[in-house]
């Protein structure tokens, strides 16, 4: 069964603007990864967070877990053209695999 | 050097043929996987090997069989291909304490 749901679907932003993408699942995790996907190639992962942390920073990239709520967002800080991809959440089913959600298409116009 | 390598890149193919897909990674990950892309970009665990062992198998036909001759390898062999299995067939490798997953870039395959 679907274990991670983005929200929005689609995000258009103009350059400069922050993204900000939401991420729910239904069971308890391990820990809740994002990935980026750019069109016509494979998922290159961004950040983990564990699901004994709340927030956590790489770059211009800020994620929060919230495990209460079985939920988790991802902040695009800055936003430049190239980040201009397919987004997902994925959850560790404790190393046995990931499970992704639908993703969310951001495009960022200059 | 690629981390995680599949080929073919692309692969067009009639009905009823039978055709495989490589994976290698020279991460020295145990865990390795194929997922399905279909055309809403929704991916799909098909399976999961640990070790050369078969630890996941999601309802998947069994005209899709996986064969890992080594934990380095994980091939994806499909038996008389239809239509619906068009669509982007992605392997991945990882190890359990490090948590992030590694991705080919994906073997388009487009039955006709």
């Known amino acids: 069964s679907q274990q991670g749901e983005e929200d929005p679907q689609a995000l258009s932003i103009q350059e400069g603007e922050n993204a900000t993408m939401n991420c729910s699942y239904k069971t308890s995790i391990n820990n809740l990864q994002w990935y980026r996907q750019n069109s016509g190639r494979g998922l290159v992962h961004l950040i983990l967070i564990r699901s004994n942390e709340r927030e956590k920073h790489s770059g211009r990239l800020r994620v929060t877990l919230d495990t209460s709520k079985k939920s988790s967002s991802l902040l695009i800080t800055a936003s430049r053209a190239a980040d201009t991809a397919s987004y997902f959440c994925?959850?560790?089913?404790?190393?046995?695999?990931?499970?992704f959600g639908p993703g969310t298409r951001l495009s960022v116009l200059p | 050097d690629t981390a995680v390598s599949q080929t073919p890149k692309y692969l067009v193919t009639q009905m009823g043929n039978d055709k495989s897909i490589k994976c290698e990674q020279n991460l020295g990950h145990d865990t390795m996987y194929w997922y399905k892309q279909d055309s809403k970009k929704f991916l799909k665990i098909m399976f999961s090997y640990n070790n050369k062992e078969l630890i996941i198998n999601e309802t998947v036909p069994n005209r899709f069989s996986p064969k890992s001759p080594d934990k380095a390898h994980l091939n994806l062999h499909i038996n008389s291909l239809e239509l619906g299995d068009s669509a982007v067939y992605f392997c991945a490798s990882s190890h359990p304490r490090m948590g992030e997953a590694f991705f080919g870039q994906g073997t388009r395959l487009t039955v006709v």
């Open positions: 994925a959850t560790d089913n404790y190393g046995q695999n990931f499970v």
